[in-house]
T-cell receptor
Framework: GAVVSQHPSRVICKSGTSVKIECRSL??????MFWYRQFPKQSLMLMAT?????????EQGVEKDKFLINHASLTLSTLTVTSAHPEDSSFYIC?????????FGPGTRLTVT | AQKITQTQPGMFVQEKEAVTLDCTYD???????LFWYKQPSSGEMIFLIY??????QNATEGRYSLNFQKARKSANLVISASQLGDSAMYFC????????????????FGSGTQLTVLP
């Protein structure tokens, strides 16, 4: 069964609105979760590392005020895309590290119109 | 410098034949892990195979095997007896540091290879 879930799987929003994406670790507690972004026909790029109970660590070039991350519990991290614009349209995917493997959520396809 | 390099943007293989997808990596860490993932058009990342830097034998998982050549820093994926359902994007990825260190580390991905299996 799934180890990591994401919700929603697909969302369409209007430019200027905010969208929240949830990532849940189903099988174990995760003090760290990773958020990746994938543009069409490109690879996965790490956006940020979400740390339970503390601030997220953002990769260079990722605006922390635009991509708000909250990791309030050991099983849930949320990514909020604030004031979304069409260029934020992408596939957002989270991952959790297991004992010997990285588990990925099914991803969220965001389309900003 | 690129940490993970996949030089084949696209590959074609005839059904039932074997295919090798290339991956080279660059790290100064002694302890690291190499992964291969399959990504169909649905977008989900499907874990295929893992090779640890200290593993002496090449990893195998069913029809998948990893040709690990440490000195050359290559970790090629071999898919035997290709099936139509193998058509997808394939990503090579690396995690630097040991799993046993207790700290979570992100994966760095290559640019991917789009594999098409021909009937």
């Amino acid at each position: 069964g799934a180890v990591v879930s994401q919700h929603p799987s697909r969302v369409i929003c209007k430019s200027g609105t905010s969208v929240k994406i949830e990532c849940r670790s189903l099988d174990f507690q995760a003090t760290t979760m990773f958020w990746y972004r994938q543009f069409p026909k490109q690879s996965l790029m790490l956006m940020a590392t979400s740390n339970e109970g503390s601030k997220a660590t953002y990769e260079q070039g990722v605006e922390k005020d635009k991509f708000l991350i909250n990791h309030a519990s050991l099983t849930l991290s949320t990514l909020t895309v604030t004031s979304a614009h069409p260029e934020d349209s992408s596939f957002y995917i989270c991952s959790v590290q297991g004992a010997h493997e990285q588990y990925f959520g099914p991803g969220t396809r965001l389309t900003v119109t | 410098a690129q940490k993970i390099t996949q030089t084949q943007p696209g590959m074609f293989v005839q059904e039932k034949e074997a295919v090798t997808l290339d991956c080279t990596y660059d790290t100064s860490d002694q302890s690291y892990g190499l992964f291969w993932y399959k990504q169909p058009s649905s977008g989900e990342m499907i874990f295929l195979i893992y090779q640890g830097s200290y593993d002496e034998q090449n990893a195998t998982e069913g029809r998948y095997s990893l040709n690990f050549q440490k000195a050359r820093k290559s970790a090629n994926l071999v898919i035997s007896a290709s099936q139509l359902g193998d058509s997808a994007m394939y990503f090579c990825a690396m995690r630097e540091g040991s799993f046993s260190s207790g700290s979570a580390r992100q994966l760095t991905f290559g640019s991917g290879t789009q594999l098409t299996v021909l009937p």
